[in-house]
């Protein structure tokens, strides 16, 4: 099992930033790729970014354009999604999610295990 903690949510206003925290526990965290993941209400969750075993490769969705960066840090057991330039369309509840695949998978049915969500409001 593996246990997901996110934190660093909350108001910002449009072009503002946000810098967003996952903490991991209960299993090796460096064998698990990670992703970040986002739901507005009455949508979808959506992908927004992955990264590596390693953190040598990531991956982000078409409408982040460059604004968000997704890292991590093994040594803390931690992955991070640092946001700048954010849109009201931004607005959302954003979700950590675990993989044991080695892949970067964009399907949030591919990831094992999920944080509860930290509630991010872009205010225009």
């Known amino acids: 099992q593996v246990q997901l903690v996110e934190s660093g949510g909350g108001l910002v206003q449009t072009g503002g930033s946000l810098r967003l925290s996952c903490a991991a526990s209960?299993?090796?965290?460096?064998?698990?790729?990670m992703g970040w993941f986002r739901q507005a209400p009455g949508k979808e969750r959506d992908f927004v970014a992955g990264?590596?075993?390693?953190?040598?490769?990531?991956y982000y969705a078409e409408f982040v354009e460059g604004r968000f960066t997704i890292s991590r840090d093994n040594t803390k057991n931690t992955v991070y999604l640092q946001m700048i330039s954010l849109k009201a369309d931004d607005t959302a509840v954003y979700y950590c999610?675990?993989?044991?695949?080695?892949?970067?998978?964009?399907?949030?049915?591919?990831?094992?295990?999920w944080g509860q969500g930290t509630q991010v409001t872009v205010s225009s």
């Open positions: 209960g299993s090796t965290f460096s064998r698990l790729t």
């Open positions: 999610a675990a993989s044991r695949s080695e892949r970067i998978s964009l399907s949030r049915f591919l990831y094992d295990y």
């Open positions: 990264i590596s075993w390693s953190g040598g490769r990531s």
